[in-house]
């Protein structure tokens, strides 16, 4: 179940479908990353991401692999956005049916 609701994930940021996000997410859910640092609540939580969103032309979030062991599963990615690439890792863990929190773990370009 954990890996589907992951799949759907990745699917709707890929499409920077913040509504699909949205429903995904707990009303306690996190996000941590090296750029926010720690975000809680699923309303801030959004606004950070439909930044994201809002912040760039084009964005493709493909996953390389995606691993489930129960509630957590782990996303190999890159992500563009524009003209920048990162890779990495996310983290999430599922509980009943939503996200509750998502950590990122990217290699950020220098520069």
Same mark, same amino acid.
Not at 58 to 75: E, H, N
Not at 89 to 102: A, F, P, Q, S
């Given at each position: 179940m954990s890996k589907q609701l992951t799949e759907q994930y990745i699917r709707a940021f890929d499409a920077k479908d913040l509504a699909g996000v949205a429903a995904l997410l707990a009303d306690d859910f996190a996000l941590e990353d090296p750029v926010v640092k720690r975000i809680e609540g699923k309303q801030p939580a959004l606004a950070a991401i439909g930044a994201i969103f809002a912040g760039c032309r /084009?964005?493709?979030?493909? /996953? !390389? #692999?995606?691993?489930?062991?129960?509630?957590?599963?782990?996303? @190999?990615?890159?992500?563009?956005?524009? /003209?920048? #690439?990162?890779?990495?890792?996310?983290?999430? @863990?599922?509980?009943?049916? !939503?996200?509750? @929190?998502? #950590? /990122?773990?990217?290699?950020?370009? !220098?520069?």
């Open positions: /084009a964005l493709s979030f493909q /996953a !390389k #692999r995606v691993y489930a062991d129960g509630d957590t599963c782990f996303i @190999e990615f890159t992500l563009d956005l524009d /003209a920048v #690439r990162l890779q990495g890792v996310d983290i999430v @863990e599922w509980r009943d049916g !939503k996200m509750h @929190e998502l #950590r /990122a773990y990217l290699d950020i370009p !220098k520069g």
